[in-house]
């Protein structure tokens, strides 16, 4: 991985991070979401976007957008731990600075993607992918990709 990639993927945890640990009273159960989270999150390995004119990208700005984004993402991970990413999730808030941007993709009027993009300077990395079809996935990355032209996107090279 290359430098810049691992400085950004820091700088991404680090943004997810700091929602529960400078919350003056966190609740247990976003404690426990983080870990989770930890455990399993990663930039977005090889994934070839796929054009789909039906899938409509939005950026997560509001409470019931991060609602639907923290149900979905959740699904990544096994059911008696989604509870806890739900509660975590939700209490991700937009970033001031723009780095962080959280995304849904919509089909048919349901949310069926969810991924989050953090950039630095010129580059970026996706992460958080998640659908329950992978051409979901390669619909909403070909949109983040075509939302976020002229910065530099890295992907992992494992």
């Given at each position: 991985m290359s430098q810049t990639l691992t400085l950004i993927e820091q700088n991404r945890l680090d943004w997810m991070t700091s929602h529960v640990n400078e919350s003056p009273?966190?609740?247990?159960?976003?404690?426990?979401?983080?870990?989770?989270?930890?455990?399993?999150?990663?930039?977005?390995?090889?994934?070839?976007?796929?054009h789909r004119p039906e899938l409509t990208l939005y950026e997560v700005d509001c409470h019931p957008l991060m609602i639907r984004y923290a149900r979905l993402l959740a699904q990544k991970w096994p059911e008696q731990e989604q509870p806890l990413l739900i509660e975590f999730l939700t209490q991700l808030?937009?970033?001031?600075?723009?780095?962080?941007?959280?995304?849904?993709?919509?089909?048919?009027?349901?949310?069926?993607?969810?991924?989050?993009?953090?950039?630095?300077?010129?580059h970026f990395v996706i992460a958080d992918v998640h659908a329950n079809e992978q051409s979901h996935a390669?619909?909403?990355?070909?949109?983040?990709?075509?939302?976020?032209?002229?910065?530099?996107?890295?992907?992992?090279?494992?």
């Open positions: 009273y966190p609740t247990p159960e976003s404690v426990q979401g983080l870990a989770a989270y930890l455990n399993v999150s990663r930039p977005l390995d090889a994934l070839t976007p796929l808030d937009k970033d001031p600075s723009g780095n962080a941007k959280l995304y849904l993709g919509y089909e048919g009027g349901a949310p069926v993607a969810t991924a989050m993009r953090y950039v630095d300077e010129n390669q619909g909403l990355l070909a949109a983040i990709l075509a939302d976020n032209e002229g910065l530099d996107w890295l992907a992992r090279e494992d």
